[in-house]
Every structure is written in C-alpha cells, then in structure tokens.
C-alpha cells in the first residue's frame, strides 16, 4: 500500500507526497496538463519543443543542468499525446533546490531569440534522425493520420510537418507557455525522505507567490466511429516488408482498458506471447513483432507492428495476425495464460513502485485521471479481468471496420 497525502496551494497547484524514511533521495514529479493534443493543428510540435525550451534557462536561472548537478541531483523529461513532465531525483538534504529550480522556470522562460533557436534547431535534427533518416521512420507519420481524420492525435508528439517548428516565433512560444504552463495546470508529486510539513512549507514558499494563470480551453473535435477498413500501401527502399494495423479503443479511463492491457500482453509478453509464439517461432513469418496500446486519456489504439521474413506474402501475414488473435478465444488455452500474464502484471507493477521516481509520476498522472488512489487498485483492476471480458472487448474492437493497416513494401534488391 503506497500511502500518500495531498493538498492544493491557492494558486492552483495540486501537491502529493508520500513520505519514504528508507531513502536518503526525494523524486520531484512535475506533470503539466498539457500534450500534443493541446496544438492548433497548423502549429503542431510546440508542446515537445518546449520540453526542451524548459532546459534552456529561467528568468532568473540562465542554466537549468549545472545548479542541480552539483548538489548530486538529476533529471529528465518527456512529451506525449496528453502531458508534459518534468521530473528529478535529488538528495533530501538538497530538496530546495529542486523547488527553487522548478518554481522559477514556472515563473517564467527566458524568452529570448538564442534559446529558441537552439532548441528549434535541436528538435528539427531530432526529427529527421528519427523520422525521415531511418527505416520505418516515417511509419507513425503515416499510421496516425491514417486512424485518427479529426481529432489532435492525428499527429506524433513531434509535430507532423517541422515547417511548423521552423515557423514559431518568440510570440507563438511566449503565448503557448502563459496559456498551459501555470500552477493552475500542474501537479506536484513528491516521494522519498520528505513529509508532509516540509512539503507544505517549501511549496508555499517557491510555488505559492505564482499567480494562477488563464488557461486555454480544451474543445477537442471527438473522432467520429471508423465504419470501414482503411488500408494504406508504402513501397520503399527498406530492409524489409513490414505491417502496421491498428484498432480503435476507449479512452485511458474506459471499463475495457484493463482488459485491452490483457490482450496485448496475452499477444505480445515477450517470447511467451501468441504473436511471437505461433508467428516467429513457429511459423517463422515475422523476424520480430510487438503489440501494445496507447494508454491515451482521450480513446486511443491498439497498435501492431511486425516486420516479415523474405519472401513472405504480407496478405498471408496479415491474416495469420488475425487467426492468432481470434485463437485468443479459445477458453481452454486461454485461462492458464491470462493467469500467468496477471502474475507477471502484479509483480512488474510491484516492483515498479520500488522507484520512488515511478511512484511520484504514477502519482501525478492518475492525480490528473481524477483518482491518486489507483495506484493502489491497478493490480487488483487487472486481475479482475475474466475470460468473458476477453472475449466481449475482442468483438467489439477487433474487427474490420475498425482496423487501419500499412502495408510497408520493401523495394530493396537482393545482392
């Protein structure tokens, strides 16, 4: 049972901390309600670019890194579809100096043409290594607006087109910052050799003289139901073939999701899951192959993606794909691994929250869901998943209509 207080500043900012005496460390998690989903579309990528503007200096600290480094700290950062978080592990004696470094690039940037063209800069090259200058790289840039027509998870986190990241100015990003990142719009989460009292007092002294902010309304288009299959073809000059599909699902919060979190596991836990199981080992169609879903607050996806043996026809890959899904309905199989893959959950999760970091970025992110308890009921959610649950999510999102592929058509000539 991971115990856990929590209280809110007038200013807005929501504080959790759970007090653990056994570590001489404190993991300082900021989570911003703010994602890729939050950009207007003909300006996408400024929510992952400023995961790298918050690193550029403050208005009052010209460099983030060098302060938190030489009191033993360390930190880190990451951008999805949803939210933006800042997190550190510092020693407890040094504990305020992570408040006084985080509360001041809350305060403000240092808006200035250098910073943001270093980091604009940053993530363009990051773009092309990752997307255009590799195999597959393009895939998401593809798959997304493939499955999604409407609604902002249409486009990756990066941004769809880096024009838009060329384009931002000093007053785009000046705009997007006092818009979304305010006390307002955070959640704090503090876990390790901290309690309540320092946590209440140092809060009030570096968060509590910010002033709550106007925050942009979210008014996100709902993505309509997909009635019909979509199937993309690629042809291009990589390794070899490979296959993406996706399937529709709920939302972070729906009744299924535990039950889709199942499934991806039943298909893709390693070496023991069906997919690798039946279609690399055995059949020996795949050289590798993954599943998993995207956890999205809003309704996200299953995601599939495997890469095909030479010679191997994609139209007969992709209907072993399905037959290895529909097996999952087979009763007797399927209850002695649902039980094994629930064992390997509850023992994952509980060595997860070990980490006082996980604990402090599990704590702000279901926080945000509305609910910090969960995490202490995921496990239990989890293993409450019957076979008959497995079987109604299966009908209801693994079919046709709901599926959207890319066919990936390696061109590349034997030597």
Same mark, same amino acid.
């Given at each position: 049972?991971?115990?856990?207080? #929590?209280?809110?500043?007038?200013?807005?900012?929501?504080? +959790?901390?759970?007090?653990?005496?056994?570590?001489?460390?404190?993991?300082?998690?900021? +989570?911003?309600?703010?994602?890729? #989903?939050?950009?207007?579309?003909?300006?996408?990528? +400024?929510?992952?670019?400023?995961?790298?503007?918050?690193?550029?200096?403050?208005?009052?600290?010209?460099?983030?890194?060098?302060?938190?480094?030489?009191?033993?700290? *360390?930190?880190?950062?990451?951008? &999805?579809?949803?939210?933006?978080?800042?997190?550190?592990?510092?020693?407890?004696?040094?504990? *305020?100096?992570?408040?006084?470094?985080?509360?001041?690039?809350?305060?403000?940037?240092?808006?200035?043409?250098?910073? +943001?063209?270093?980091?604009?800069?940053?993530?363009?090259?990051?773009?092309?290594?990752?997307?255009? /200058?590799?195999?597959? $790289?393009?895939?998401?840039?593809?798959?997304?607006?493939?499955?999604?027509?409407?609604?902002?998870? #249409?486009?990756?986190?990066? $941004?769809?087109?880096?024009?838009? %990241?060329?384009?931002?100015?000093?007053?785009?990003?000046?705009?997007?910052?006092?818009?979304?990142?305010?006390?307002?719009?955070?959640?704090?989460?503090?876990?390790?050799?901290?309690?309540?009292?320092?946590?209440?007092?140092? !809060?009030?002294?570096?968060? $509590?003289? @910010?002033?709550?902010?106007? %925050?942009?309304?979210?008014?996100?288009?709902?993505?309509?139901?997909?009635?019909?299959?979509?199937?993309?073809?690629?042809?291009?000059?990589?390794?070899?073939?490979?296959?993406?599909?996706?399937?529709?699902?709920?939302?972070?919060?729906?009744?299924?999701?535990?039950?889709?979190?199942?499934?991806?596991?039943?298909?893709?836990?390693? *070496? !023991?899951?069906?997919?690798?199981?039946?279609?690399?080992?055995?059949?020996?169609?795949?050289?590798?192959?993954?599943?998993?879903?995207?956890?999205?607050?809003?309704?996200?996806? @299953?995601?599939?993606?495997?890469?095909?043996?030479?010679?191997?026809?994609?139209?007969?890959?992709?209907?072993?794909?399905?037959?290895?899904?529909?097996?999952?309905?087979?009763?007797?199989?399927?209850?002695?691994?649902?039980?094994?893959?629930? &064992?390997?959950?509850? =023992?994952?999760?509980?060595?997860?929250?070990?980490?006082?970091?996980?604990?402090?970025?599990?704590?702000?992110?279901?926080?945000?869901? $509305?609910?910090?308890?969960?995490? /202490?009921? *995921?496990?239990?959610?989890?293993?409450?998943?019957?076979?008959?649950?497995?079987?109604?999510?299966?009908?209801?999102?693994? @079919?046709?209509?709901?599926? =959207?592929?890319?066919?990936?058509?390696?061109?590349?000539?034997?030597?």
């Amino acid at each position: 049972m991971i115990n856990y207080k #929590r209280f809110t500043l007038e200013n807005g900012l929501r504080v +959790l901390i759970h007090e653990d005496k056994s570590t001489p460390l404190i993991a300082m998690n900021i +989570l911003y309600d703010v994602g890729s #989903r939050d950009e207007d579309p003909g300006m996408t990528g +400024l929510a992952h670019l400023f995961e790298h503007l918050m690193f550029g200096g403050s208005l009052n600290v010209p460099d983030y890194d060098t302060p938190l480094q030489l009191v033993g700290g *360390e930190n880190n950062a990451f951008t &999805n579809n949803d939210i933006t978080n800042y997190y550190l592990t510092i020693p407890s004696v040094n504990i *305020e100096t992570g408040f006084w470094l985080e509360s001041d690039r809350m305060l403000e940037l240092d808006f200035s043409q250098k910073n +943001l063209d270093t980091q604009r800069n940053v993530v363009i090259e990051e773009f092309k290594q990752r997307y255009l /200058n590799q195999p597959y $790289g393009d895939a998401i840039l593809k798959l997304r607006p493939l499955a999604y027509k409407v609604h902002p998870y #249409r486009w990756p986190t990066i $941004g769809m087109d880096m024009d838009h %990241i060329k384009n931002t100015d000093i007053e785009h990003v000046r705009s997007f910052f006092f818009s979304h990142y305010a006390p307002n719009n955070a959640i704090l989460a503090l876990t390790g050799n901290i309690g309540y009292d320092l946590a209440l007092k140092l !809060s009030q002294k570096w968060f $509590g003289p @910010i002033e709550e902010r106007a %925050i942009q309304s979210r008014k996100l288009p709902a993505e309509p139901e997909q009635t019909q299959e979509r199937v993309l073809t690629i042809e291009q000059d990589v390794p070899s073939t490979a296959l993406y599909k996706v399937w529709h699902i709920g939302p972070r919060k729906s009744k299924d999701f535990y039950t889709l979190d199942l499934i991806t596991d039943l298909l893709a836990g390693g *070496e !023991s899951g069906r997919l690798h199981t039946k279609l690399v080992r055995d059949k020996k169609l795949f050289s590798e192959i993954n599943a998993y879903l995207t956890a999205d607050i809003d309704p996200g996806l @299953i995601i599939f993606q495997g890469k095909l043996m030479k010679g191997v026809d994609i139209q007969h890959a992709n209907d072993s794909v399905n037959e290895v899904i529909k097996g999952l309905q087979n009763e007797s199989e399927i209850k002695d691994e649902m039980e094994k893959v629930k &064992n390997k959950f509850e =023992s994952s999760t509980v060595f997860s929250n070990t980490s006082i970091l996980n604990k402090a970025a599990n704590l702000s992110f279901f926080e945000l869901l $509305g609910n910090p308890g969960l995490i /202490n009921n *995921e496990v239990e959610a989890y293993r409450n998943v019957s076979y008959e649950m497995v079987i109604e999510a299966l009908r209801k999102y693994f @079919i046709p209509s709901n599926c =959207s592929t890319i066919n990936y058509i390696s061109t590349r000539k034997e030597k």
